[in-house]
């Protein structure tokens, strides 16, 4: 069995430990140079038409996430569970890291497939969401929560109250003082209906 390590950033849900789906060998704090994060509309077809998070190329701008170190054999499983979007590779200048650590030669970044039949914006998903953002609480605190809202772009949209009968099957189970925080930073943020 190869014991040969890739990397990946996580800036999403991948933030979150409790939604990786793999015997992932470390996972730390890392910002990425270059790169903005957004909120990006799927296809009308896509189930209950959610929009998801994204980045693109910014070079005014760094966002926090997080490096998974992970087993080459895995990241077959990584692309399955990243569906939707696109494996590419970043290299090492592209990546802070706040652990003195040997970054493994192949880094990868996901980064949303362009859709077409886009006709409007996409709701936002709460279940999504509070995974997300506990993510990056228990990463950076609650300073972190708040540089993720900061930090990402097309907040002012419709908000999908899924969090009693979740439907992101990676949904995690928040504190009385989690939901008070999360739901606090998305009215800041301009999120309708919550």
Not at 30 to 55: D, M, P
Not at 61 to 75: Q, T
Request: charged residues 25%; glycine residues 8%.
């Amino acid at each position: 069995m190869s014991k040969e390590l890739v990397g990946y950033f996580g800036f999403g849900s991948l933030v979150n430990k409790q939604t990786l789906r793999t015997s992932y060998v470390d996972i730390f704090p890392a910002n990425l140079i270059g790169y903005s994060r957004h909120w990006q509309a799927r296809s009308k077809t896509f189930e209950n038409h959610v929009s998801l998070l994204s980045i693109h190329p910014d070079e005014t701008s760094n966002i926090k996430g997080v490096v998974v170190l992970d087993l080459l054999e895995n990241l077959p499983l990584v692309d399955e569970r990243e569906a939707g979007y696109s494996r590419h590779k970043i290299g090492c200048d592209q990546l802070e890291v706040s652990k003195d650590t040997k970054l493994p030669d192949n880094l990868y970044v996901y980064i949303a497939n362009e859709v077409e039949g886009v006709i409007d914006d996409g709701s936002l998903l709460q279940s999504y969401l509070d995974a997300v953002m506990q993510g990056f609480r228990n990463e950076y605190g609650d300073d972190g929560v708040s540089h993720f809202i900061d930090t990402t772009k097309g907040f002012e949209r419709h908000i999908n109250l899924d969090r009693s009968a979740p439907l992101y099957p990676r949904d995690v189970k928040l504190t009385s003082e989690e939901i008070v925080l999360f739901d606090s930073e998305l009215k800041r943020a301009g999120v309708l209906g919550i």
